[in-house]
């Protein structure tokens, strides 16, 4: 397989994996910050402090091929010159840990947390952990630290035990109490808002910092609304970025129910009502992208992740930095949509696949789960996330006959094709994800009709990353499909997974 992650090494200090907690200075040349996979970073927070961004975020541990958050600290990003094109930063690699930080804490699950500075000049550290020997249903609990200095070290502001939780304030919550984000007013108040999986709640907390000071409010008016509220003000306005997840036909930005775009919101006071405004950045590499917004400098700056870092995937994250845009010609100001950059790669190999160039669909819709572009995106997962393949599992009514087009623009030469299939389950199965009974290859010639290419090797059926290729006669077409007949019993069928199908030219192409 022809997969597209090449090795980016332009990093001027290397970074050997990265341990310890010393602060190590280095050269970024644009997005992500770090790419070279020696420090993975998520869920960003920026604060300026004397004209320098500080920016914190978790650190990814998690294996290449482990689907889960493996963040056992919190780690920080420090410039005084940041620039989506590339500037002097330096990663502080450990900057607290969940359990040395707040003694009733469990290790791990340094999840997003901010660090804002308060009226006292200190700095106050909002952090969703675990809570060890919890009784509450779910153990997430938001505790809160403080340090003279951003980068720490952090001390435990509340020592009694976190400030929110499924069971303080009293009576408690019912959700996940992640994600909190903080605003300190120009009038000195500040505002807690937090919340994931569609619940977002918000409190008034003391000019302490640490004691909840009203009842609850839920927040509502944000359609998508799924995890990752940034609170800011600018110029007498409200605005709450956030990642936003309604996938279907409609939906603005999320082809499928794993993806998150950013979009925002806006109102006239920090607890709302909120009006939805627009999305400002798109889906990106890793399923979710968890926004931050600072200004520096007269500059407004968005901080997210993705997964565009060497040997990134959904959990092994890596942060951003691009610029945010203003229209002050609406009312209230508008952010206009964010341009994603891209630091410099080396040049493709050279590879005979040319799927990435058509434009894929499927004959029947898939589940919402399942994304048609990851076919020909030209990236394989040993473990993939639904999104990074194509299925018709459609439970007990998937069916038995599916079909997979590409289209080109201009007529194209090939001679060979070949899929990575997908699967949960055995040959022969008729639930869950299995392997196809059969599939065949058909082209579109010169008088619309679909012809079968003459194959000189057999279709393979074994799941793997590395498929023998199927050879035929040289065609010349503008459209490609594949028929696949799953397998199954008693009129009920498997679905069939494809995580990446290749159309290979006839000659070798560069790009």
């Not at 020997?133 to 509340?158: E, L, M, W």
């Amino acid at each position: 397989m022809h997969i597209l992650w090449c090795a980016l090494a332009f990093i001027a200090t290397a970074l050997a994996q990265v341990t310890g907690s010393k602060p190590i200075p280095f050269t970024s040349k644009g997005n992500p910050i770090l790419p070279d996979g020696s420090w993975y970073s998520a869920d960003p927070a920026p604060l300026v402090v004397n004209n320098t961004l500080y920016i914190i975020t978790g650190r990814d541990s998690a294996a290449p091929d482990e689907n889960n958050f493996i963040m056992k600290q919190w780690g920080m990003f420090v410039s005084s010159i940041p620039d989506p094109a590339g500037s002097q930063w330096t990663l502080y690699p450990k900057v607290a840990e969940p359990h040395e930080v707040f003694a009733w804490a469990a290790p791990g699950t340094s999840y997003a947390a901010q660090v804002v500075q308060g009226r006292d000049g200190r700095f106050y550290l909002y952090a969703p952990v675990t809570q060890a020997n919890s009784q509450n249903a779910d153990p997430f609990a938001i505790g809160v630290a403080v340090s003279d200095s951003p980068t720490g070290p952090y001390v435990d502001a509340h020592p009694s035990g976190p400030i929110i939780s499924q069971s303080v304030p009293p009576p408690g919550d019912s959700i996940q109490n992640i994600d909190p984000t903080v605003l300190v007013d120009d009038d000195g108040k500040v505002y807690i808002y937090f919340g994931t999986f569609g619940a977002l709640l918000a409190y008034q907390l003391d000019p302490d910092m640490v004691t909840v000071r009203s009842s609850v409010t839920q927040v509502d008016g944000l359609p998508g609304y799924f995890e990752a509220p940034w609170l800011m003000k600018r110029k007498g306005v409200y605005y709450l970025l956030f990642a936003a997840n309604n996938a279907g036909a409609d939906s603005p930005c999320t082809p499928t129910s794993y993806h998150a775009c950013i979009a925002y919101a806006t109102a006239s006071s920090p607890l709302g009502p909120w009006k939805f405004r627009d999305v400002i950045l798109p889906i990106v590499s890793s399923t979710t992208s968890h926004p931050g917004a600072i200004e520096l400098n007269g500059e407004w700056f968005l901080v997210y992740h993705t997964a565009d870092a060497k040997g990134g995937g959904h959990f092994r994250r890596s942060i951003a930095l691009d610029k945010l845009n203003w229209d002050d010609s609406q009312s209230p100001p508008a952010i206009r949509k964010v341009v994603q950059t891209f630091g410099p790669k080396p040049p493709a190999p050279p590879t005979y696949n040319i799927a990435p160039t058509a434009v894929a669909s499927s004959k029947y819709p898939s589940g919402i789960q399942y994304w048609i572009k990851a076919v020909n995106d030209g990236i394989v997962r040993a473990n993939p996330l639904p999104p990074d393949y194509w299925s018709s599992y459609e439970a007990e009514k998937s069916r038995e006959t599916s079909v997979l087009t590409y289209v080109w623009k201009d007529p194209v030469q090939l001679n060979g094709t070949s899929m990575v299939f997908f699967a949960d389950q055995d040959a022969g199965a008729n639930v869950g994800v299995a392997p196809p009974k059969e599939w065949f290859v058909e082209y579109l010639d010169q008088s619309s009709n679909w012809r079968p290419v003459v194959n000189s090797t057999p279709y393979p059926l074994k799941v793997t990353d590395t498929p023998d290729v199927v050879r035929f006669q040289t065609i010349r077409t503008t459209s490609i499909r594949a028929t696949l007949i799953a397998s199954g019993s008693g009129g009920q069928f498997a679905g069939v997974g494809v995580k990446e199908w290749e159309a290979l030219a006839t000659e070798l192409q560069t790009r």
